[in-house]
């Protein structure tokens, strides 16, 4: 048995979970399927979820999000049920998790994880055995950690065979390096580095605007904070203050509020 749960705060994009999917299909059927959020996130995902048949659970509206909390217990609890699931994905990138996947892979749970690259926290990484991310241009990139459960990958890189290149494929080495520089920077160009925000990058982070309901700054801020789009002393005011036809906050003197609004208007 295959379980995915997903941390709608985090994997906050309907593309994303529909890519997310799709890779998984190698995994296997996934029997367990079920999206763990604030009811403003779920809602902004409410379509895809009923496309993929995803049970959505709606946190209680607390000062302190606890996403995190509610699906680490239903993680435990489907684990200790027998049969125990094969394997279990975790749609987020978070550090949280990594005690509870550390219980996981005690019990010889096979862990997958679904992060979009940005939000996905460097240490959690050798947690897992295999990570997939999302939302690249290029398609979906995997990484294989390890092949069995609880057992560290032992793989090491090749060695590099030295070969006999002519003189003139050796100039063009240094041109051919540039070319890739190059090609580089355009694509990061492309997919939008962390300042480079959007009204449409903004809404994909925060798709509970899409509702165009007043949504608390506070929360908002952490989901951008994630993304990489708010720098750590910035202030989320201020970034929506650049889009005044988009955006409204609230009190106007010392907001604590902002709502999303459509263009249209």
Not at 35 to 54: D, K
Not at 130 to 135: D, E, K
Not at 249 to 256: I, R, S, T
Request: hydrophobic residues 40%.
């Amino acid at each position: 048995m295959v379980v995915f749960l997903i941390d709608a705060d985090n994997l906050s994009s309907p593309a994303w979970i529909e890519e997310a999917f799709r890779e998984l299909e190698s995994e296997g059927e996934i029997s367990v399927r079920r999206a763990y959020g604030s009811a403003e996130n779920l809602r902004g995902l409410a379509e895809v979820l009923r496309v993929l048949a995803v049970r959505p659970f709606v946190n209680l509206y607390l000062t302190k999000n606890t996403t995190d909390l509610a699906l680490a217990v239903d993680a435990m609890e489907l684990a200790c049920q027998t049969p125990k699931p094969q394997t279990i994905v975790i749609g987020s990138g978070d550090a949280d998790f990594v005690p509870l996947l550390v219980r996981l892979r005690e019990r010889g749970i096979r862990l997958v994880c679904v992060s979009e690259q940005s939000k996905m926290a460097s240490e959690a990484i050798s947690a897992y055995h295999r990570v997939i991310h999302v939302g690249q241009n290029k398609g979906t990139q995997t990484r294989q950690l390890s092949s069995t459960p609880g057992k560290p990958s032992t793989l090491a890189p090749k060695k590099a065979v030295a070969k006999k290149v002519p003189a003139k494929k050796i100039a063009e080495k240094p041109v051919a390096a540039k070319k890739a520089a190059l090609k580089k920077v355009v694509e990061k160009s492309a997919t939008g580095a962390p300042g480079d925000v959007s009204v449409q990058r903004i809404l994909e982070v925060v798709p509970g605007l899409r509702s165009e309901k007043f949504l608390r700054l506070g929360d908002v801020a952490k989901l951008l904070h994630d993304a990489k789009l708010l720098g750590k002393n910035s202030a989320t005011p201020k970034l929506f203050k650049k889009f005044p036809h988009h955006f409204e906050l609230a009190p106007a003197k010392q907001p604590n509020e902002v709502r999303y609004i459509p263009s249209s208007r």
